[in-house]
């Protein structure tokens, strides 16, 4: 009978720091894998304060081009505001072409009915503003974010041309409760990697334990950035090694950490051997 080979992961204590509810299929993956998941959410979201302008986008929407999503959150927001004025989001008839971010977000839009034309191939908002370049000239685009989003896309959209509205879809908070018990645990050490799924994360983690304690962390626990944008953001937060995975899919972060610790199981098995 053949031996199951234990995944790298196995026994793994793995800490994920976005939104619970955006938590679920990756905590079961990690689990699938032998690994324990310990969510920690840093990240939680809220109702723009001022619905005007989303509105007045959703209502006319046959004026625009292209509507960009950016996050799963985005997807939500939009479509449940659109449900709340009683508007069909994209009629059958619409010419309102809509491109994503990455993978996930496209799976999003998918499952709210949306039928995504592009998905970016360098999951990050300039590389897509990049992507559809010329596609862009002279075109309308709606692109409904979070309050705390970066302008580097709308720079980027216009530098190829586009005309952007810009709208708050929601605001992205630091939650009002945490659980400090599993955080000094962390603080600590007493975890195998942390996950940051975005900048936001980054800044709530560094407020929470001081930006000191953030870069010690680095040589006692694997931190993980989803994506170059938080990469970037953590070696800002003083942090110089990291786990890095391509894209926000359960499938790259999975792979990203099994290859980091089969790696260190491998350099440990090497120095037993030596020794």
């Keep these: 009978m053949a031996e199951t080979v234990r995944s790298a992961l196995d026994g793994k204590r793995i800490v994920i720091t976005r939104a619970a509810a955006q938590s679920e299929a990756l905590s079961r993956e990690f689990t699938g894998h032998g690994a324990i998941s310990i969510v920690l959410p840093l990240v939680s979201f809220a109702e723009p304060e001022d619905f005007a302008p989303m509105d007045k986008a959703i209502v006319q929407l046959e ?48 499952h709210a009915g949306l039928a995504v034309e592009y998905v970016a191939n360098i999951h990050n908002s300039v590389a897509l503003s990049d992507e559809l370049g010329e596609r862009l000239r002279e075109r309308n685009v709606f692109l409904p ?15 190829h041309g586009a005309h952007v509205t810009e709208a708050i879809a929601y605001r992205t908070l630091r939650p009002s409760e945490i659980d400090k018990s599993n ?14 799924f975005s900048p936001t994360a980054v800044q709530h983690f560094e407020e929470l334990l001081g930006r000191r304690r953030l870069s010690t962390l680095e040589h006692r626990l694997a931190i993980t950035a989803v994506g170059p944008v938080t990469a970037r953001a953590l070696r800002e937060a003083g942090v110089g090694r990291m786990v890095v995975a391509a894209d926000t899919t359960t499938q790259a972060v999975v792979e990203a950490l099994e290859k980091y610790f089969a790696g260190t199981i491998q350099k440990s098995s090497a120095g037993a051997k030596r020794g």
């Design 63 to 110: 004026r625009f081009d292209w509507m960009i999503l950016t996050s799963a959150q985005a997807v939500r927001a939009v479509v449940a505001r659109s449900k709340n004025l009683g508007r069909p989001l994209i009629g059958t008839e619409s010419k309102v072409r809509i491109a994503a971010v990455g993978p996930v977000t496209a799976q999003a839009a998918k």
């Design 183 to 196: 955080l000094s645990r962390i603080a600590a050490g007493e975890a195998d990697a942390v996950l940051f």
């Design 145 to 159: 974010r979070s309050d705390r989003a970066n302008p580097d896309m709308p720079l980027a959209l216009r530098r």
